[in-house]
C-alpha cells in the first residue's frame, strides 16, 4: 500500500500533525507527537485538488477550477487566508500578481511523483504557483519543494538535492535547525519558509524528525511540516510510520482516499 509509506501522505501526515502548533509558537523538538490528529487545513485539501489535477488533462483551466472546487467545498473551515478566499470568491477572476505566500509551495508534493523529468515536474510546479500565487517568490518556492520529492524519491543524495536548490533557487540550506529557531518568528513569504522547510528534512533522518524540526521552528506550523514531511516520505528510508499514516488517512474524506490510492496505484 505505497499511498499509506510514501507520496502525499507524507504532507498529509505533516500538516495535521502540525495545525494544533500552528500559532502556539513551539521551540522544542521534544513536543508531544502528535498533540491530537483530529483535522486537516488547506494544505491537505488542496494537495488533493492538485493530485485529482494530475491524472487529468494538466491544463491551467482544470486545475484552476479544482482549486476553486476543493476550496469552495471547505470554505466554511478556518483555515483560509483571506487573500486566497477572495481569489475563490471572485470565481478565480482577482489579479494575484506579487503574492508571494507559502500556500503555493505547501499542496506541491504530488508533481514531484507526476513524472520523473525534472524539467516537467520545474513546469508544473510554476503553473501551479502561478494561478493563485503570481511572483517569481512564489513559483521559486513551489518548484523548490516540487524538486526535492522528485529527487528524493528517485534515489539523490541530501547533498545533491541541497546543491541543485541552492544553486536553481538561491536558497541558503547551510544553516542548522538549532540556529534558525533562535530568531525565526511566524513566516508566510515562500523565501523566509520554504528553505527553512527544506532544511528541516535535511537535517533528519527519519520522517517523525523532520516533522518535530519543522514544528519547533515555531513559524507556519503544518505548512512547514507539510512541506518537509513531503520530502521526507519520498526519501528510502524514511517513510511515514504506519500507525501515523493509517490514523491521518483515516480522518481524510472517502473521496480524498480514493484519490490517494489511485494515484499512487495503490
Given at each position: ?56 488533462e ?10 476553486l ?77 516540487a ?120
Amino acid at each position: 500500500m505505497k499511498y499509506l509509506k510514501t507520496g502525499i501522505i507524507g504532507a498529509i501526515c505533516g500538516d495535521i500533525i502540525g495545525l494544533p502548533y500552528e500559532f502556539r509558537g513551539t521551540r522544542t523538538k521534544d513536543f508531544n507527537f502528535p498533540l491530537k490528529l483530529n483535522d486537516f487545513s488547506d494544505d491537505t485539501i488542496l494537495s488533493i485538488a492538485i493530485t485529482h489535477w494530475l491524472m487529468g488533462e494538466r491544463t491551467e483551466a482544470l486545475l484552476r477550477q479544482h482549486l476553486l472546487d476543493y476550496a469552495i467545498r471547505f470554505k466554511d473551515k478556518d483555515v483560509w487566508g483571506r487573500g486566497f478566499m477572495a481569489w475563490v470568491e471572485s470565481g478565480g477572476t482577482i489579479d494575484r500578481k506579487g503574492v508571494a505566500s507559502n500556500g503555493a509551495a505547501m499542496r506541491v508534493t504530488a508533481i514531484g511523483y507526476a513524472s520523473d523529468d525534472l524539467q516537467e515536474v520545474l513546469r508544473l510546479a510554476d503553473m501551479s504557483a502561478r494561478i493563485t500565487h503570481d511572483s517569481d517568490e512564489a513559483a521559486r518556492g513551489a518548484q523548490a519543494s516540487a524538486a526535492a520529492v522528485l529527487m528524493a524519491r528517485t534515489g539523490h543524495s541530501k547533498d545533491e538535492v541541497r546543491h541543485y536548490i541552492e544553486q536553481t533557487f538561491n536558497y541558503d540550506l547551510s544553516r542548522r535547525v538549532e540556529e534558525i529557531r533562535k530568531d525565526y518568528q511566524f513566516e508566510i513569504l515562500c523565501d523566509r519558509c520554504v528553505p527553512e522547510a527544506i532544511i528541516c528534512w535535511l537535517q533528519s533522518s527519519t520522517y517523525e524528525e523532520a516533522v518535530r524540526n519543522a514544528v519547533s521552528l515555531g513559524g507556519d506550523a503544518d505548512t512547514q511540516a507539510a512541506i518537509a514531511g513531503g520530502i521526507a516520505a519520498a526519501t528510502p528510508g524514511m517513510e511515514v510510520p504506519a500507525e501515523l499514516a493509517q490514523a491521518c488517512f483515516d480522518l481524510l474524506p472517502d473521496d480524498f482516499k480514493d484519490t490517494l490510492m489511485r494515484f499512487h496505484r495503490l
